[in-house]
Structure formats: C-alpha cells, structure tokens
C-alpha cells in the first residue's frame, strides 16, 4: 500500500516562509519521479514543482526564485521550501507520485496525498 503523507502547512504573513514535507511509504519513492501540486478554492489542480527519479528539478514561473524542491531518498521524504509567500499562493497543498513522464501534469501521477493547506495573510 502506498501512502503519502504532506505536513508543514499553516497560516503565515506574506514574505514569510514554509516547508512542507511528504512522507512516502510502500515501494515507492528512489525510481518515481515527486510532485507538488496546489488548489486553491474554485481553481484546478495546478503544478508547482517536480523531482524526477535523478533528482532534476522542474518549476512551474510562479514558482521559480521563492520554491525549492528536494528529496531525501534515505528517509523516503520529499519537500518544498517556500520563501516570499504571496497571499496569492494559499491553496491546499498536494505530494504526489508517479512516473517520470511529464512531471508537470496530474495524470502523470498514481498516488496523491490527502494535502495540507497554506494559507498566506496579506
């Protein structure tokens, strides 16, 4: 059974910061390519950042600059460092898995966390 398991959201000023984490269990993780996706109320799922399996990053623009995603294949763990929030960036937060197709779309992904919300105060 694959689970993955997103925390480190929570309620910050504009110009601050967070770090989410996505716990991965079950076989999975060093060969997948990992994704962060958001989605904020009344808008799709959108990409924000992916991993693939040799560690290349990719950014959707909003994200270039102020996010940094890693993984730590030890601890099966990935995340995302996020710096100069906007209040434009609250959304649900969501780690993904898949494979290492188009690491910017959601059907490139089997397996989603339940997400973790940000919410950026003006």
């Known amino acids: 059974q694959v689970q993955l398991v997103e925390s480190g959201g929570g309620l910050v000023q504009a110009g601050g910061s967070l770090r989410l984490s996505c716990a991965a269990s079950?076989?999975?993780?060093?060969?997948?390519?990992m994704g962060w996706f958001r989605q904020a109320p009344g808008k799709e799922r959108e990409f924000v950042a992916a991993?693939?399996?040799?560690?290349?990053?990719y950014y959707v623009d909003f994200a270039k600059g102020r996010f940094t995603i890693s993984r730590d294949n030890a601890k099966n763990t990935l995340y995302l460092q996020m710096n100069s929030l906007k209040p434009e960036d609250t959304a649900v937060y969501y780690c993904a898995a898949g494979q290492n197709l188009i690491v910017t779309i959601t059907a490139s992904y089997d397996y989603w966390g339940q997400g973790t919300q940000v919410t950026v105060s003006s």
């Open positions: 079950g076989r999975i993780f060093s060969s997948n390519a």
């Open positions: 991993i693939n399996w040799v560690g290349a990053p």
